[in-house]
């Protein structure tokens, strides 16, 4: 009796340790190219959403900001399943490219990466580094008042 009962102790631990509680919006990634040169800037590649629900993103857009928080320039991509391509150019190089959605917000569990060009002793050209965010006040600049 004792092994059956911690047999099934066991199962239940095996099938409840891959759930998740409350609403998880699991996160929200970019893979891809960000290239600069001199003077201009070209992304290149695919927002992807792995979260661990199902879940469907809409009104995603991605944003190129100045370190002041000027958009030098954006894109809407629409909606999020699990990936979506995405290319945008810019005519400078911008501090932050940061990716966004209204929908991001809803989730109690959410993780959404964003890019910031740091410039130091290991990168003196430059080089942008992942960096992320689980609620959008989190972000080093002001997107609210961005519409998507």
Request: with cysteine.
């Amino acid at each position: 009796m004792k092994h059956g009962f911690l047999l099934l102790t066991v199962a239940i631990a095996v099938v409840v340790s891959g759930c998740l509680s409350g609403d998880s919006g699991g996160s929200i990634n970019f893979s891809g190219d960000l290239n600069t040169t001199d003077s201009s800037f070209r992304l290149d590649g695919k927002v992807v959403n792995s979260g661990y629900a199902d879940v469907t993103h809409r009104n995603v857009s991605v944003y190129l900001f100045t370190a002041n928080g000027s958009i030098i320039n954006s894109t809407h991509i629409g909606t999020l399943q699990r990936s979506a391509d995405v290319t945008l150019t810019a005519d400078r190089i911008p501090k932050y490219v940061i990716f966004n959605a209204p929908s991001f917000w809803e989730y109690d569990e959410i993780d959404v990466s964003y890019y910031e060009f740091v410039k130091d002793s290991e990168s003196p050209n430059g080089i942008y580094t992942e960096r992320s965010v689980s609620s959008e006040s989190e972000f080093p600049v002001n997107v609210t008042t961005v519409a998507t």
